[in-house]
């Protein structure tokens, strides 16, 4: 049998790290790089110790502070794998990251200082406060959809709406759906665990939209089975004039790798700019043809949407209170992203007809405030 100071791995972490006992054989191993140094552990949570002396940590601190080993430069796998994962020096992953995070030049500065650590989210969610406050939303927006079914709403929609249900709402899943990967894209190559969680449940409330919408139009699919509500939304997503322009702008959003254009791209033009088109101005239309559920609907959408904003000022205002220079590194990207995402509601101008310009005016208006209050 091997004896473990035989297994060629145990020699190579304790010529780094030192044994797994402490003796003559060296220091006491430590899994975690960053507990080297500790002569003794007072807390429970090591590291927060660090930061908050001995005061008790809050349930947030708890479950979100530096908990993702591959967002740390002074973990174990930076020193032995030269990267964030155990997959060796040369894996396509560790590249991945290393190069479209670690290096990101948003990213780099605070990356290398071990400050993203401290970024706490302002409503400071957990998964258990998350869910109380996402019920509360699903119980009203179940409360619509049953008034719906109960008053045989749908049976009085003239056939006006029913066309923009089908050609423009339905499509509209395909949009969300897209917000969603890009939370996750997000969630997954951020610099810390307090920031990966803001985007995991950012994503989960654009799933909760695609859900809705699909859920909504299958309401009307049973009312009106011949109109075909549901058959061919992808094709008018992809064909449709109304979506295209919108569609190449979320598509190069998606291939936009670097995690610092992608934060910019997503959260300060081209999220901010079609959902204040979607959940607030796409409304209009429908209201003027008799229906005002959709406005309803989507007031619940948009309390979701003022959290997202708000998480991503506070984010982006954490990293210039750190590191001022990053104000001029993200400018031309917010230059470039921000006449995309406008040039993503091009395609919408025959849907709100006369009232689209206007609609344009308010939007840029309430941007340029948004951008003003991160100092941009």
Known sequence: MTRLEDLEWYKRYKQMFGAFKSGPEGDPFFRDYEYRGYKKVWSTWPMLEKKLGRKKPSEYQVVTYALSYWADPRSPTYIYDKGPFELGTEHITQKWYKH?????????????????????????????????????????????????????????????????????????????????????????????????????????????????????????????????????????????????????????????????????????????????LILQHLTQPFSKLGDEMIKHIHLSFYNDTLRHRHQAQELFKYAFSKEPSLKDVIKPWVKDWQEMGFKATEGFRDVLKGEYDNAIRQIRKAHSEYLGGIGL
């Open 100 to 276: 479209f995070r670690d290096n990101s030049p948003f990213i780099k500065p605070l990356f290398e200082r071990g400050e993203w650590h401290d970024y706490e989210d302002p409503y400071k969610l957990t998964y258990w406060t998350y869910n109380s406050m996402a019920d509360d939303n699903e119980t009203f927006l179940d409360k619509i959809y049953e008034e719906i079914v109960n008053t045989k709403y749908d049976w009085n929609l003239n056939e006006e709406v029913l066309e923009l249900y089908k050609n423009v709402y339905d499509p509209l899943r395909y949009v969300f759906h897209i917000m969603q990967m890009e939370s996750m894209y997000l969630a997954t190559m951020a610099p810390t665990s307090s920031i990966a969680n803001v985007f995991i449940f950012m994503g989960m409330d654009h799933l909760r939209r695609v859900q809705r919408i699909s859920q909504r139009v299958k309401m009307l699919d049973i009312v009106y089975p011949s109109l075909g509500f549901g058959k061919e939304t992808r094709k008018v997503f992809e064909e449709s004039p109304i979506f295209q322009p919108t569609r190449e702008v979320l598509e190069k959003m998606l291939v936009t790798y670097d995690v610092g254009e992608a934060l910019v791209a997503f959260n300060l033009a081209v999220k901010f700019v079609l959902d204040e």
